[in-house]
């Protein structure tokens, strides 16, 4: 549990330092980097990921976000 958090605040700082990021095991192809300014104001992180302009992607698209949101859940919970 303190592995988690610490790799959890780790992780925040670089977001907010707008660095770099990149998970364990990934290579560079699946690394995104983060644009500068907001999401819907200044990007569309669909199409920053790639996955705009067809059902296809918008479909993968859509399950990342709900595996992200899974992932949340089950994290918030393992955390109560």
Known sequence: ???EKA???EFQE???EGGELQSAG???RDVILRPKGTA?????IQEEMGLAGSKKKYDRYKAIQVHNHMVSIINYS???
């Not at 819907?40 to 569309?44: E, Y």
């Open 1 to 3: 549990m303190k592995n």
């Open 7 to 9: 790799h959890n605040t």
């Open 14 to 16: 670089k977001l907010d």
């Open 26 to 28: 990934s290579n560079e």
């Open 40 to 44: 819907r104001t200044n990007f569309s």
């Open 78 to 80: 393992l955390l109560s």
